[in-house]
């Protein structure tokens, strides 16, 4: 079996994380506009974390 290297993991799990965050938890607190907006951002943030950390572990793995 190959192995998975660790930024597939870590990124992937970060990824996923502000996806929840910007599609499951900010819809949820639409009642406060400045709280939705705040975590929907944060979400997206950390989304682009997740990816930008699975692009860094390939570039990384290539040289």
Do not use: C, Q
Not at 12 to 24: L, P, S
Not at 29 to 49: E, N, P, Q
């Amino acid at each position: 079996m190959k192995k998975i290297p660790r930024y597939w993991i870590t990124g992937t799990a970060i990824a996923i994380a502000g996806v929840v965050a910007a599609r499951v938890v900010a819809p949820e607190l639409k009642d406060s506009h400045s709280v939705y907006i705040v975590v929907k951002t944060l979400g997206h943030l950390v989304a682009f974390a997740g990816i930008f950390l699975i692009a860094r572990g390939i570039s990384k793995n290539t040289e």
